[in-house]
């Protein structure tokens, strides 16, 4: 059957209008990939530098706690000096009440021993050890001046020499306080400094913003109110100043300041020698003992309160006297003791410096009873430099948080930096975003139709349920950095502010408790960031079991 012209002509462009409608879709779907690929592209342009900040902020928080670590080992050196320069003062100062201790016991001998025997019936030893005995009587007299003028003359400088050491440690320590507030809080967490640097840096257009609201966040992290909310703690208050008196007794180091009567200092050797080289074999050591330390004075020890006001050394030795030399034998066997006590204490008038023999309990309990001084100054100042928590031998410093150390809640108190970064599409340049397709296709079998708005496509917008359009236009990034304690091969150590092991890097925004809330501190740095849709969206995720921020 042959179809009629009429007929054909009226079949004729059935392919055109399915073309043209094929046609309009494909464009729909290359122009919305377009749209949608931009957007995409943006966002992770936009999270790029948010992450950039974010690391960034954390490295130099982690070097500006890694300098405070540096100043505290050299604040401890310091410290541990003082106690050297004073425990040496100390182990000098006894050897003139052995001297004064071998006076006692030559005179003792010589009354006792030598001159009852050089009477009738004569006994020509007691006459020759009268002679011989009174030399060294004598030279004892002799040693004993040498030995007090010496320390007469040596006393003030060492005096000086640890003054000046306790002065450094305050100046370092204000050098903190300033480390503290003005590179780590000014320079780099207030207001966001460093994210807006590494911005600046990173891109540029008049779409770029840091407003720093995350800023309170991240000082609150940090430590801005001592003992309350974060990792660093800028004054004693509280625990500071015995935790630094701890930390100074563990890092003394060399018996020597740490304990005289361990033969690995070589005190005992040095006591030997010096004995021998004066009074040959009449001098005999049994013990010696020596400390260097901060507490009070007379080992009156206050770790209990956070003031350790003095720090002292102490000696002390228990010998036996007898007399070898030729004369009568045997003769008087003399015990000796002989202490030392040198305290360089934070209140005025209590600056002492005391040796001389005394008696004491027998080995191997020290004897510490002073009688008979024999030498006896007041000139042993130390700064007094302690700032806030006077009086106190050691100044204040700055300290790791003790109350949040172990604080798993909020990760050991190892400070999270959260960091916002927003583009404002509305102040692009370069005019409308031809892939911005915010209007609806809508066709209706009559009517005027939709009405496309070409004019603004820079913004974003989306359908709010049925109460109209929400504007989010400005995107904001959500980065968050953490400054971490790390020391390899110590995996259980705490953080500190004792080793510069401190590292920054990227971690999930809700990694403690503080963060893990609907209401938390990534909602309080998105409303603070002048973005409260993102803030409310967070917490509607959150609500409904949302935790897959990162």
């Given amino acids: 059957m042959r179809t009629s012209p009429a007929k054909r002509m009226l079949r004729r462009g059935q392919t055109l209008a399915l ?29 790029q530098v948010a992450d950039q900040a974010a690391y960034s902020t954390s490295i130099a928080t982690a070097r500006g706690m890694n300098v405070l670590a540096m100043t505290n080992r050299v604040m401890l050196a310091h410290m541990v000096a003082m106690l050297g320069l004073i425990s040496s003062s100390s182990f000098a100062s006894m050897w003139i009440g052995v001297v004064d201790g071998m006076l006692i016991h030559y005179t003792l001998d010589l009354a006792l021993a030598q001159a009852p025997r050089c009477n009738p019936p004569w006994q020509w030893c007691g006459c020759i050890g009268l002679i011989f005995e009174g030399i060294r009587y004598f030279l004892t007299w002799i040693e004993f001046f040498r030995v007090f003028f010496t320390l007469a003359s040596l006393d003030i400088p060492v005096a000086n020499a640890a003054n000046r050491a306790s002065l450094a440690v305050m100046y370092m320590y204000l050098s903190q306080v300033e480390t503290h507030f003005l590179h780590t809080f000014t320079n780099n967490l207030d207001g966001e400094r460093t994210s807006e640097r590494v911005m600046r840096r990173s891109t540029t257009g008049p779409e770029w913003e840091v407003n720093g609201g995350a800023a309170d966040v991240a000082q609150r992290e940090v430590g801005r109110v001592p003992y309350v909310d974060g990792a660093l703690n800028v004054s004693s208050l509280i625990a500071s100043d015995r935790h630094a008196v701890m930390a100074a007794m563990g890092a003394r180091g060399h018996p020597w300041t740490a304990g005289r009567g361990n033969p690995i200092s070589q005190a005992p050797m040095i006591l030997r020698t010096k004995a021998l080289a004066t009074f040959g074999a009449d001098l005999r050591l049994i013990l010696n003992e020596g400390n260097g330390y901060f507490g009070a004075p007379f080992h009156t020890n206050n770790m209990f309160v956070t003031r350790s006001t003095a720090a002292v050394a102490d000696d002390h030795s228990q010998w036996n006297g007898n007399y070898t030399g030729a004369g009568c034998q045997p003769g008087v066997n003399t015990p000796v003791f002989a202490a030392a006590f040198v305290w360089s204490n934070a209140i005025p008038g209590y600056w002492v410096h005391l040796a001389g023999t005394g008696f004491g309990l027998p080995a191997p309990f020290a004897p510490v009873v002073v009688v008979l001084p024999t030498y006896f100054d007041n000139f042993h100042p130390i700064s007094g430099a302690c700032i806030l928590n006077c009086p106190s031998a050691w100044t204040n410093f700055v300290d790791y948080n003790l109350w949040k150390v172990m604080d798993q809640g909020d990760n050991f108190a190892q400070p999270k930096i959260p960091v916002t970064v927003t583009r404002n599409m509305h102040n692009r340049p370069g005019g409308p975003d031809p892939w911005n397709l915010t209007f609806n296709f809508r066709f209706n079998p009559s009517g005027a139709g939709q ?16 109460t109209g359009w929400l504007d989010i236009s400005r995107q904001t990034a959500l980065s968050t950095g953490v400054v971490y304690y790390h020391r390899q091969g110590h995996w259980r150590e705490p953080p500190n502010l004792f080793n510069p092991y401190w590292r920054g890097g990227l971690t999930r925004s809700d990694i403690d408790d503080q963060a893990r809330s609907p209401t938390g501190d990534i909602h309080r740095v998105l409303r603070d960031s002048n973005v409260n849709w993102a803030a409310d969206t967070y917490t509607a995720l959150y609500n409904a079991g949302f935790r897959g921020l990162q």
Avoid at 40 to 47: C, G, P, V
Avoid at 451 to 466: A, H
């Fill in 451 to 466: 009405r496309i708005n070409t004019v603004d496509r820079d913004g974003i917008m989306v359908r709010n349920g049925t």
């Fill in 19 to 47: 073309f043209a409608l094929t046609l309009l879709l494909l464009v729909v779907m290359v122009t919305m990939t377009l749209s949608f690929g931009t957007k995409a592209k943006e966002k992770m342009e936009l999270q």
